[in-house]
């Protein structure tokens, strides 16, 4: 069982079945690609963790240097709203 506060902060994004997960990851492999995204938010690490990862397109090279200062701005947003989630948690009197 999940305790509380992890609840309330995966209750933020998106969850995925293990066999979907599987499924993406098999694919993937399968392809031959370096980096498999399942969803957004990996889509969005992949982009500001792309360092010296080798990159099939120069488009998504280009479109990783682009977006990486904006995915930057989105993951201090989301940030700030874990943190506030766990601010309120914290200060909410418990059972």
Same mark, same amino acid.
């Given at each position: 069982?999940?305790?509380?506060?992890?609840? !309330?902060?995966?209750?933020?994004?998106?969850?995925?079945? #293990?066999?979907?997960?599987?499924?993406?990851? !098999? &694919?993937?492999?399968?392809?031959?690609?370096? +980096?498999?995204?399942? &969803?957004?938010?990996?889509?969005? !690490?992949?982009?500001?963790?792309?360092?010296?990862?080798?990159?099939?397109?120069?488009?998504? #090279?280009?479109?990783?240097? !682009?977006?990486?200062?904006?995915?930057?701005?989105?993951a201090l947003c989301l940030l700030w709203?874990?943190?506030?989630? +766990?601010?309120?948690?914290h200060n909410h009197p418990k059972k």
């Open positions: 069982m999940k305790p509380e506060i992890t609840k !309330l902060i995966a209750a933020s994004s998106s969850s995925m079945e #293990a066999t979907e997960v599987a499924e993406k990851t !098999l &694919n993937g492999i399968k392809s031959g690609k370096f +980096v498999i995204t399942c &969803n957004f938010d990996g889509f969005m !690490l992949s982009i500001v963790t792309a360092g010296m990862s080798p990159q099939a397109s120069p488009i998504m #090279a280009f479109v990783e240097v !682009l977006a990486a200062g904006i995915v930057r701005i989105v709203s874990w943190y506030s989630t +766990v601010h309120k948690w």
